[in-house]
């Protein structure tokens, strides 16, 4: 195992995972410049050696958002750049599973980030929305689009219209974390869902997420094309081998 101990995410590298923790506590990891140039770094690392990323944040909260104080000062040809949207794009398209533990605040640009992910458990604390109607922005880096795959429509536009921030139990009940677990467990339990992940074939949990975030106009193509590949392979039909001795035993 490697570690980054310092910036504003603190990287902890294992041969088959990542541990990447939002790492400004005193400004309740607010997402800014410093935070998005560090992932985009990291996704490049794991588009380059393909491993399962598991998010969190430091000092009992995920992100309360943007950092304001950045935000405020943006213009136009900011907006139009992108900074946040484009690097939850990256995280969302790596090639292995992302797994989101949110603690505390996942807020505004930080509910965001979570969004991208995969995979999203939580604790009881857990508090998430998109306030920016009140700041007299839009919810710009993936909510728009992303809450609505999670959720439902009506549910997801309920929720960005009224800025309403939802608490664990509600996340839950409407799919947007699956699972809730005490503070001491968060990460545990995010470790065990890549143990699982991890004793299933690389090849074929990298073209389940491929398949999955394919539009729906290139289905069954893409499925077929996939299989195809994976039907050639040798992790296959050792895996298959395997399953029939134990079956015949």
């Known amino acids: 195992m490697r570690a980054d101990a310092t910036g504003p995410l603190l990287v902890e590298r294992h041969d088959d995972r990542v541990v990447a923790t ?3 506590p005193d400004k309740r990891n607010a997402i800014d410049q410093s935070t998005i140039d560090a992932l985009h770094v990291l996704c ?3 588009e380059a050696i393909p491993r399962t990323l598991i ?4 000092g009992g909260v995920f992100a309360s958002g943007a950092d304001i104080s950045q935000l405020r000062d943006r213009r136009a040809d900011d907006a139009r750049a992108g900074i946040n949207a484009n690097a939850f794009v990256r995280i969302a398209l790596l090639p292995m599973p992302v797994i989101a533990a949110l603690d505390g605040y996942a807020l505004g640009g930080g ?4 969004y991208a992910a995969d995979i999203r ?5 857990l508090k998430i929305g998109n306030p920016e109607t009140g700041l007299g922005i839009i919810a710009a880096a993936g909510a728009s689009w992303r809450l609505k795959e999670i959720v439902g429509d009506a549910r997801a536009i309920e929720l960005l219209l009224t800025g309403r921030v939802i608490g664990a139990e509600e996340a839950r009940e409407i799919g947007l974390v699956g699972e809730v677990h005490p503070a001491d467990e968060l990460l545990p339990a995010a470790h065990a869902i890549a143990d699982r992940i991890a004793r299933n074939d690389r090849a074929a949990t990298m073209a389940t997420k491929r398949v999955f975030r394919a539009p729906r106009e290139a289905h069954p193509a893409v499925d077929l094309e996939e299989q195809a590949v994976l039907f050639e392979s040798p992790e296959k039909m050792r895996r298959m081998t395997e399953f ?6």
């Open 111 to 114: 509910a965001e980030l979570a």
């Open 44 to 46: 490049a690392e794991l």
């Open 22 to 24: 939002l790492n400004r």
């Open 121 to 125: 458990i939580a604790t009881p604390s």
């Open 244 to 249: 029939l001795e134990r079956k015949q035993k």
């Open 55 to 58: 998010l969190t944040g430091a």
